[in-house]
């Protein structure tokens, strides 16, 4: 069962030319796992708009998200302001694991994908595991300084841009490849190439969280399917979070 529960924003600001953090309080109490998502109700928009929790606090109450600005929707959210009231969904879908025995676990991030990796790499660490991250960005432009916040929490991360304006150019293998990183489980998300490449190109085990346009966000109404082994798996109720053996790559 999930709660949908008001929520109040704290803050709201902009990091880069289309990505915002959002910082609302209220009950956390559904939130059990890094990865999940929430499902945020727009006035005047008939479906809620699923955004990644990116961090989260139980002790405070509060959950902080990372969004990009790509429609009318996420335009909505980056109009609200302190003390405004959210409807929202919370704790849905299922996470990353956090039991994989993985010593030394690659996170790797595209885009706005990083986003989830925040609480992840907290998870992890204070569970006696020393991950590496590794975001990707198209430039410079659009990197928001993600990085320092993991170095902040005593995590090693490194940045690829596509273009080469900022760190490695390329993309998060070529990261791997030049710094001769290694990893015994991997978990990611991302674009849709950049997680297949990952799947097909990591030998180690490793999961993937897939990011989707929803209609309900629990389940129900199946508009969200993506095809594994096992047949069609619902991104908002089996997921967001897949093994990368239970995907099929066309």
Request: glycine content about 14%; overall charge neutral; some cysteine.
């Amino acid at each position: 069962m999930n709660i949908k529960n008001n929520y109040t924003v704290i803050s709201n600001r902009r990091l880069t030319h289309k990505t915002w953090v959002m910082t609302l309080c209220g009950d956390t109490g559904m939130i059990n796992a890094p990865g999940q998502f929430v499902n945020i109700a727009i006035p005047g928009k008939y479906l809620r708009r699923p955004i990644s929790i990116c961090d989260y606090s139980h002790e405070r109450g509060e959950v902080v998200l990372l969004y990009d600005v790509v429609g009318e929707g996420t335009g909505a959210m980056s109009e609200m302001r302190p003390g405004d009231t959210v409807d929202m969904l919370n704790g849905l879908g299922n996470g990353f694991s956090t039991d994989s025995g993985a010593r030394r676990p690659l996170l790797l991030g595209g885009g706005i994908g990083c986003a989830p990796l925040l609480n992840l790499a907290r998870t992890l660490k204070r569970l006696g595991q020393e991950p590496v991250v590794i975001l990707g960005y198209n430039t410079a432009a659009d990197s928001f300084g993600m990085e320092k916040w993991f170095e902040e929490i005593g995590v090693e991360a490194y940045i690829a841009t596509v273009d080469g304006s900022a760190g490695t150019k390329g993309f998060v293998t070529d990261v791997i490849r030049e710094k001769g990183i290694s990893g015994d489980y991997f978990h990611a998300c991302g674009p849709m190439p950049m997680l297949r490449a990952l799947c097909q190109g990591l030998d180690i085990p490793g999961e993937v969280s897939i990011e989707s346009r929803m209609g309900c966000g629990f389940g129900t109404c199946m508009c969200c399917s993506v095809e594994a082994a096992v047949g069609a798996k619902r991104i908002c109720k089996d997921g967001p979070v897949f093994r990368k053996e239970e995907l099929i790559w066309k």
